[in-house]
Nanobody, 127 residues
Framework: QVQLVESGGGLVQAGGSLRLSCADS????????MGWFRQVPGKEREFVGR????????DYADFVKGRFTISRDYARNTVYLQMNSLKPEDTAVYYC????????????????????WGQGTQVTVSS
């Protein structure tokens, strides 16, 4: 059974940085694209970015381009979201997610494309 566990959230001042981690267990991590989403109360969960199963491609939402970076560590079965130049509007619960099947990358930008989700980690950016 797939289990995703996020960590690394917290409170940071505007302009600061945080690195979120998502540990993946229960299957062949190296075969799966991994995604990051975020959600604020009263709003739909939104796509932040994704990294291809081989680490060769990444894709980001426009509002985080140039500030956030996704990477993965195959030895630790972990995907990271490095967040720099944080803004108060980045305040949200951040989730990592994985699709149902391996070897997919194209089109994995919507909620419905992902089958497995972590519990989320709160990121709060103060002004």
């Amino acid at each position: 059974q797939v289990q995703l566990v996020e960590s690394g959230g917290g409170l940071v001042q505007a302009g600061g940085s945080l690195r979120l981690s998502c540990a993946d267990s229960g299957r062949t991590f190296s075969s799966y694209t991994m995604g990051w989403f975020r959600q604020v109360p009263g709003k739909e969960r939104e796509f932040v970015g994704r990294i291809k199963w081989d680490g060769g491609n990444t894709d980001y939402a426009d509002f985080v381009k140039g500030r956030f970076t996704i990477s993965r560590d195959y030895a630790r079965n972990t995907v990271y979201l490095q967040m720099n130049s944080l803004k108060p509007e980045d305040t949200a619960v951040y989730y990592c997610a994985a699709p149902q099947g391996p070897w997919y990358y194209t089109g994995l930008v919507n909620l419905k494309d992902y089958a497995y989700w972590g519990q989320g980690t709160q990121v709060t950016v103060s002004s």
